[in-house]
């Protein structure tokens, strides 16, 4: 941080500098500055705090929203794995104009922090991002201050536990730093769905499905010891059914087909439920 320090005087959520005596104006935002550890800390000088103050109208607030929506609740909140998710961060004041970070990290901690996930490209256009530098994380960030949502496209990793930290600032828009105010920082912590979640493998049926990922069709094979009506279910990690795959009365001995999955099926991971004579088995397919 000392290093950044030497380049700037004061730096943005909405888009100020202050240098050398004189204000500009600088509406395009600047990476980095969400209050998460690797940036400082709530507070410190990563946060706009430092320059933006003595806002009138209160400390604004805001909330995240994702499509489709996490799980979980309130701060800590549930993603599927190979999902691409838009991601809203929508500012909650009376300002004329706000902006905003966003990252999505790995750890808590001040050191050692990269990207959690992938950050895709800005769905709103008052919206853009940062590629991740030789110090600090990707991150999202205002393209121009707004009242408007900030929106980018965020894909989640395989598994994993990784937080977010994003904060916003009221601007008075009078192109100074002064008559501002910066939001708390904002955390969640991201848990995937697969956590706790087993394969349930029946070794006399031999379960298996590929291709693993998947996209449009999937190979299902298993092995019965006895004749009966075969139910091959697709679900969610929640449980919630999906589709019939495979749904027939079958022979003894090795057993293949091949099923189409659903064409408006979401990118994530379910699960292939197979059942024959009472006895049950399940397999976790990725689709992409």
Not at 61 to 76: C, E, I, K, M, V
Not at 126 to 151: E, I, R, V
Request: proline share 4%; hydrophobic share 35%; net charge neutral.
């Amino acid at each position: 941080m000392k290093k950044r320090r030497l380049f700037f005087t004061a730096i943005i959520g909405a888009g100020i500098i202050l240098a050398s005596g004189f204000t500009v104006v600088d509406s395009t935002g600047i990476a980095n500055w969400t209050g998460s550890p690797v940036d400082g800390g709530a507070g410190s000088t990563g946060q706009c705090t430092n320059c933006h103050f003595g806002g009138a109208m209160g400390v604004p607030t805001l909330s995240l929203s994702a499509t489709p929506a996490f799980g979980g609740s309130d701060t800590n909140l549930i993603y599927t794995p190979g999902t691409t998710y838009t991601i809203t961060i929508t500012s909650v004041g009376s300002y004329s104009a706000y902006g905003f970070n966003c990252e999505i990290i790995n750890s808590q901690n001040t050191t050692g922090v990269s990207d959690f996930g992938t950050f895709g490209a800005a769905v709103s256009s008052n919206c853009k991002l940062f590629s991740a530098s030789t110090h600090y994380p990707s991150c999202a960030s205002h393209k121009t201050p707004s009242t408007a949502p900030f929106s980018f496209l965020w894909t989640a990793p395989a598994s994993g536990t990784g937080y977010i930290y994003t904060d916003v600032n009221g601007v008075n828009l009078d192109a100074t730093t002064g008559g501002d105010q910066v939001s708390n920082v904002f955390s969640y912590v991201l848990t995937s769905s697969v956590a706790g979640i087993q394969t349930h493998q029946n070794n006399d049926i031999n379960l298996s499905v590929f291709p693993n990922p998947a996209t449009d069709r999937v190979s299902i094979a298993y092995t019965l010891k006895d004749k009966g009506v075969v139910s091959v279910k697709l679900y969610t990690m929640n449980g919630v059914y999906v589709a019939d795959l495979v749904n027939e009365t079958q022979g003894v001995g090795i057993q293949s087909t091949t099923a189409n999955l659903p064409a408006s099926l979401a990118k994530g991971l379910y699960m292939v439920k197979l059942a024959i004579n009472g006895q049950g088995t399940t397999q976790k397919l990725l689709v992409r």
